[in-house]
Nanobody, 126 residues
């Protein structure tokens, strides 16, 4: 069983930056698809923010974060990152990392991700 542990959340002013980390424990198989999701209190579902295929390095971003967020990985330490720049108040949410073994790494559907972290809170003030 893979365990995912996020860190790096916090409170920043609009325009600021944060870097989220997600450490994967339990020897996750590779390649895999690792993603970042977020959920604010007003939504029942998590929004897919970004994902990366750990084998090819291909990435995906939802439109609202393109050009501001960057997803990356350190294969040696099984750590996933999300660099968030030019943060906006609407980026405020609980951020989760997740792991999927779905072939192709083309999904940002919650049900396709089998392992989830506990979340880290990001709060952006105006």
């Amino acid at each position: 069983q893979v365990q995912l542990v996020e860190s790096g959340g916090g409170s920043v002013q609009a325009g600021g930056s944060l870097r989220l980390s997600c450490a994967a424990y339990g020897h996750p198989y590779t390649p895999a698809c690792m993603g970042w999701f977020r959920q604010d209190p007003g939504n029942e579902r998590r929004e897919g923010v970004a994902r990366i295929h750990t084998g090819t390095g291909s990435t995906y971003y939802t439109d609202s974060v393109k050009g501001r967020f960057t997803v990356s990985q350190d294969g040696a330490s099984n750590t996933l990152y999300l660099q968030m720049n030019s943060l906006k108040p609407e980026d405020t949410a609980m951020y989760y990392c997740a792991l999927s073994y779905k072939v192709g790494c083309r999904s940002m559907t919650e049900a396709d991700f089998a392992s989830w972290g506990q979340g880290t809170q990001v709060t952006v003030s105006s």
